[in-house]
């Protein structure tokens, strides 16, 4: 069983930077697609980010290219989203997600197999 734990989350003016943590428990963390996810009460959970399982390659949703970065440490099992220039828009709920893969990034969902609990974003104007 995968198990995953996001942190990091807080209230943050516009403009302002946050990192997000997702620590994943199992052995075969290095094997995994890992995404970040990010949802609000009004709009469906939409794609954030993605990075492979080497880390050498990535894949970023048009509305966060160029402020976000998602990284990943396999000797820690953990993978980060550094957020700056952040906006009023980027408030939501941020979830961790895995994929058993050592394919490409995806951005889609459904192909996900692993969800963490998620971490609140705020960002004030």
């Known amino acids: 069983q995968v198990q995953l734990v996001e942190s990091g989350g807080g209230l943050v003016q516009a403009g302002g930077a946050l990192r997000l943590s997702c620590a994943v428990s199992g052995r075969t963390f290095s094997v995994y697609i890992m995404g970040w996810f990010r949802q609000t009460p009004v709009k469906d959970r939409e794609f954030v980010a993605a990075?492979?399982?080497?880390?050498?390659?990535?894949l970023y949703a048009d509305s966060v290219k160029g402020r976000f970065t998602i990284s990943r440490d396999n000797a820690k099992n953990m993978v980060y989203l550094q957020m700056n220039s952040l906006k009023p828009e980027d408030t939501a709920v941020y979830y961790c997600?895995?994929?058993?893969?050592?394919?490409?990034?995806?951005?889609?969902?459904?192909?996900?197999?692993?969800w963490g609990q998620g971490t609140q974003v705020t960002v004030s104007s």
């Open positions: 990075i492979n399982w080497s880390g050498s390659r990535t």
């Open positions: 997600a895995a994929r058993r893969s050592l394919g490409p990034t995806t951005a889609t969902r459904n192909e996900y197999d692993y």
